[in-house]
């Protein structure tokens, strides 16, 4: 598996087309591509049992495909959620360092960074993602 084929698989599943049909444009906004690209692309994916692709109707997930899709979706969004809180917590100590200090922190620090984002974390942080049988849960980090 490439990883633009991972990519599609994502973007389809997340466009909702683990239930829903999703069109080649909206791969292709999503991507930032050519429409004829995502055509060659999911004709190829099609082949392989990935998708489904029904001309002028859109683009369906197999089982298959969204298995590969949870899978990818989920692991990356546990990846994102772990590596920003363990980042969040590396600069709130640093702005305590910082405090105790009683200096001000160079200004692209990730401590004035965090000064800036002033609070607002736990807003970035509402994630959803699919939980092993492929249903979204959205979770909330605060910090």
């Not at 363990?86 to 692209?108: D, E, F, G, I, Y």
């Not at 509402?126 to 979204?136: E, I, L, N, W």
Request: charged share 20%; aromatic share 8%; net charge positive.
């Amino acid at each position: 598996m490439t990883p633009m084929k991972e990519d599609y698989l994502k973007i389809i599943f997340e466009l909702g087309g683990a239930g829903a049909k999703v069109s080649n444009k909206q791969i292709a906004i999503s991507l930032n591509i050519a429409a004829g690209s995502v055509t060659e692309m999911v004709s190829k994916m099609a082949e392989e049992g990935y998708v489904i692709h029904e001309p002028y109707a859109g683009i369906s997930l197999t089982e298959e495909g969204r298995r590969l899709a949870v899978m990818l979706v989920r692991n990356h969004r546990l990846w994102e959620t772990f590596l920003v809180n363990r980042w969040v917590t590396r600069c709130q100590k640093l702005m305590k360092r910082q405090k105790s200090l009683n200096t001000s922190p160079a200004p692209n620090s990730p401590t004035r960074w965090m000064m800036r984002w002033d609070g607002q974390s736990a807003a970035h942080m509402a994630v959803s993602f699919p939980t092993v049988t492929g249903t979204m849960m959205k979770t909330v980090t605060s910090f």
